[in-house]
């Protein structure tokens, strides 16, 4: 069965052709764009400009060429502060989501959570945002308390505020996105829920920003994490979202260069936010390489990229239900993928059938352990989407999931 793309907001074939590593002779379908995305051709061209014509260390010489390069950089955490309705002190350029997490976990974590302090998690996060809690718990004697799902893959309702009610809550630490199942966390509740409690939250956006608007202020959490990778941006450039009162009051996270004001013999005193947080040579190619992406995303249209993703979503879908067998885990309303398994392929051997057709999709726990042992299954084949995606993509992917299964009979 054949679709055209013609109700899509999106001029997909457009929009393939920014993309060089799509625009090959033969047609990759790459559908694993929640591991990594793509890279437009503006963010290639803007990390040969900044090294053709920007390069310098920045915060430190007071040359034409040094004051360029901090210029280009504090001009993309502007950027970024404003596509997340952030202020730019309070916009923390870190290495990646993972990076995020950890920092909050060892500074504001190791400050205000102690013994038999509760700190909040789900059951269907990715390792990222559990064990750098894990570690904080085994170091403080802090308790872990998880919130559990519905067969189909949300969050229990009312198991939040049941956990709240009990107690010594410090932290609500929550994915928006699951990047197994698809679920959209209701996070502006969860907001109110955990500050009503007295606790904070902190938002997991790896696979939310991406693919919609996001506004810290209109979700109210106290943190926010994001990975540039996963949003047509370069690897090892992310961002941290805190609020400023509480980022004011922290401990540093690295030391070194960058993030001092004064230094003595036995103490120092800190930088102003967000450099306080940056210890060290900044990895400034990321950033204007990130800042041209969010130009590209805003581009094209947040909104409009958001739609797209549904209607993919649903349709792969409904086309992967037509496979006698497979069982689709997550909800009906979710973001931009599926994972699923079938009776008789092993999701490894599926995603290598699938490779020699030139479909990429990706197999295994998807850094998401403790969600597979709760859908009791050991690993799952994922295919995900975004905005070069169509469903001439999902219609090749059936096809090719009908000849895996031909070959292994
Ligand atoms: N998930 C996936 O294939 P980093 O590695 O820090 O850029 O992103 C970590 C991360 C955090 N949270 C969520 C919800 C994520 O999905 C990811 C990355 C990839 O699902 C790679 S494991």
Redesign the pocket.
Known sequence: MMTTDLASPLDVAAIRRDFPILSGATRLIYL?S???SQKPRPVIERLARYYETQNANVHRGVYRLAEEATAAYEEARATLARFIGARPEETIFVR????GINLVANTWGAANIGEGDVIVLTEME?H??LIPWQLLAERTGAQLRYIGLTPDGRLQPDALEEILAGGRVKLVAT?Y????LGTVNPIADMSRAAHAAGARILV?A??AAPHFPLDVRRLDVDFLAL?G??MLGPMGI?VLYGRQEILDAMPPFLGGGEMIRRVGREHSTWNDLPWKFEAGTPNVEGAVGLAEAVRYLESVGLEAIAAHDRRLAAYALSRLREIPGLIAYGPEERGALVAFTLPDIHPHDLASLLDERDIAV?AGH??AQLLHERLDVPATT?ASFYLYNDERDVDTLVQGIGHAREVME
């Open positions: 694993d929640a591991a990594t990646n989501a993972t990076e990715h990222s945002n994915t996105v699951s990047n197994v997991d790896a696979q990975t990778h996963k992310g990706r998807h850094c994922r």
